[in-house]
């Protein structure tokens, strides 16, 4: 989970955008570009999409760098014209192969096809300034595509040195660890991002996440407990506290949390879920099967994991006879639920067949026979009832 959330947050951050601040034209190249007796300046053309492949006969050719590089972000951001701008690009760097900006975003369009060549090129703008944060950042998160973290930890750490007032460098840093399988230097870097930060939400749900993997129980608790005095009304707070309490055989203050929880929304699935769970591994069977009501009510759920419950429930005969109460109420919840699910109604009226009430399933059965395309197995199973109860009138079906 930790490295797909990297990841998300690595394609995020390249599509946002942002030009890097080596993209600004010089102030003695602006003014060449601005001067009155040139009639033609570096954003002079419409938003009209054109496929100049090179420099106006009159424009400055020290410029033509510089034009090259704009003509490819237009043709890109304004046109989503990726050959153009690569043309356009690939041009500005023949000029000047020192030019970092145009490697840069040649980079960012070539990094979901072709991390390697897209690598070359982000090298290539790192390589001119090491002190640049944008390059940094796109030569970090590259590694974190090819999952070479022990680089991008190194870039990353470079991160926190050079823009250590944002949280996310620390995030990904930590991140980065813990995918290299160092979780304990990852909680070093959160505790020191806390130092400065103070509980963050970019930050400290991490920790607490990397306290438990560790096993540091206590720890995680301690953890929790700043997040909810920060937070009082995030319900995965509680939750996660519950599960901590219960881990901890603290049973009582496990449920506290879970109404908490539950008071905060009371059809949580999420809490619904973690608290059905907990009386399922304490082997409280009526509040399992009573908690596990809610969950069949919502659709939320999805109907395919209900009838996998169920069945699962009701394989056994004793378990069946002796809960029989609360697995109708399951049964009938599914059936109210999805009311126009075929699958749903098998559910239920093989309920039915299985605790002896056969004339409610075949009413259920006979309400279908004029479904714009009826199941054959409806027919069959009327027949069958039918035959058992030795009714001869089935033969219409």
Same mark, same amino acid.
């Given at each position: 989970?930790?490295?797909?959330?990297?990841?998300?947050?690595?394609?995020?951050?390249?599509?946002?955008?942002? +030009?890097?601040?080596?993209?600004?034209?010089?102030?003695?190249?602006?003014?060449?570009?601005?001067? !009155?007796?040139?009639?033609?300046?570096?954003?002079?053309?419409?938003?009209?999409?054109?496929?100049?492949?090179?420099?106006?006969?009159?424009?400055?050719?020290?410029?033509?760098?510089?034009?090259? @590089?704009?003509?490819?972000?237009?043709? @890109?951001?304004?046109?989503?014209?990726?050959?153009?701008?690569?043309?356009? $690009?690939?041009?500005?760097?023949?000029?000047?192969?020192?030019?970092?900006? =145009?490697?840069?975003?040649?980079?960012?369009?070539?990094?979901?096809?072709?991390?390697?060549?897209?690598?070359? @090129? #982000?090298?290539?703008?790192?390589?001119?300034?090491?002190?640049? !944060?944008?390059?940094?950042?796109? +030569?970090?998160?590259?590694?974190?595509?090819?999952?070479?973290?022990?680089?991008?930890?190194?870039?990353?750490?470079?991160?926190?040195?050079?823009?250590?007032?944002?949280?996310?460098? /620390?995030?990904?840093?930590?991140?980065?660890?813990?995918?290299?399988?160092?979780?304990?230097?990852?909680?070093?870097?959160?505790?020191?991002?806390?130092?400065?930060?103070?509980?963050?939400?970019?930050? #400290?749900?991490?920790?607490? &996440?990397? +306290?438990?993997?560790?096993?540091?129980?206590?720890?995680?608790?301690? &953890?929790?407990?700043?997040?909810?005095?920060?937070?009082?009304?995030?319900?995965?707070?509680?939750?996660?506290?519950?599960?901590?309490?219960?881990?901890?055989?603290?049973?009582?203050?496990?449920?506290?949390?879970?109404?908490?929880?539950?008071?905060?929304?009371?059809? #949580?699935?999420?809490? +619904?879920? !973690?608290?059905?769970? $907990?009386?399922?591994?304490?082997?409280?069977?009526?509040?399992?099967?009573?908690?596990?009501?809610?969950? $069949?009510?919502?659709?939320?759920?999805?109907?395919?994991?209900?009838?996998?419950?169920?069945?699962?429930?009701?394989?056994?005969?004793?378990?069946? &006879?002796?809960?029989?109460?609360?697995?109708? &109420?399951?049964?009938?919840?599914?059936?109210?639920?999805?009311?126009?699910?075929?699958?749903?109604?098998?559910?239920?009226?093989? /309920?039915?067949? =299985?605790?002896?009430?056969?004339?409610?399933?075949?009413?259920?059965?006979? #309400?279908?026979?004029?479904?714009?395309?009826?199941?054959?197995?409806?027919?069959?199973?009327?027949?069958?009832?039918?035959? $058992?109860?030795?009714? =001869?009138?089935?033969?219409?079906?």
């Amino acid at each position: 989970m930790i490295r797909a959330a990297a990841v998300a947050l690595s394609m995020v951050m390249f599509a946002c955008g942002t +030009l890097p601040r080596k993209s600004v034209p010089t102030t003695e190249t602006a003014t060449k570009l601005t001067n !009155s007796d040139t009639p033609t300046t570096l954003m002079d053309s419409s938003l009209t999409h054109r496929r100049d492949t090179t420099p106006p006969t009159d424009y400055p050719t020290d410029a033509h760098t510089v034009w090259h @590089y704009v003509e490819g972000l237009k043709a @890109y951001r304004l046109h989503d014209d990726s050959s153009a701008a690569r043309h356009h $690009f690939e041009q500005a760097l023949t000029i000047d192969s020192m030019y970092a900006p =145009a490697a840069y975003h040649t980079a960012a369009m070539l990094m979901m096809d072709n991390t390697d060549e897209a690598e070359r @090129y #982000s090298l290539r703008a790192y390589r001119t300034d090491t002190t640049d !944060s944008w390059f940094t950042a796109q +030569l970090g998160r590259l590694q974190i595509l090819q999952e070479d973290y022990a680089e991008g930890i190194r870039l990353f750490n470079e991160m926190v040195r050079l823009k250590g007032n944002d949280p996310e460098n /620390h995030r990904i840093l930590a991140m980065l660890y813990n995918e290299n399988e160092q979780p304990f230097s990852a909680i070093i870097v959160l505790d020191s991002a806390e130092r400065r930060f103070g509980i963050h939400e970019a930050i #400290s749900p991490l920790k607490r &996440q990397l +306290l438990v993997a560790t096993a540091q129980y206590d720890q995680a608790l301690e &953890q929790n407990e700043e997040l909810i005095a920060a937070d009082p009304y995030n319900i995965d707070n509680y939750i996660i506290a519950a599960e901590l309490y219960a881990h901890a055989k603290k049973d009582s203050l496990a449920l506290v949390n879970y109404d908490r929880a539950l008071a905060l929304d009371s059809t #949580s699935i999420n809490a +619904l879920g !973690s608290l059905n769970e $907990f009386y399922g591994m304490r082997g409280d069977h009526p509040n399992y099967l009573r908690t596990m009501v809610p969950l $069949f009510a919502s659709r939320e759920v999805d109907l395919e994991r209900k009838i996998k419950i169920f069945k699962r429930l009701t394989n056994n005969i004793d378990y069946y &006879q002796k809960f029989y109460g609360q697995l109708n &109420q399951l049964a009938i919840t599914v059936a109210v639920t999805h009311p126009d699910d075929l699958d749903a109604m098998e559910l239920y009226t093989t /309920h039915l067949i =299985a605790t002896g009430d056969l004339d409610r399933a075949l009413e259920i059965y006979k #309400s279908h026979v004029n479904d714009p395309v009826p199941e054959p197995q409806i027919f069959n199973t009327i027949l069958d009832i039918e035959s $058992f109860k030795e009714r =001869a009138d089935s033969v219409e079906y």
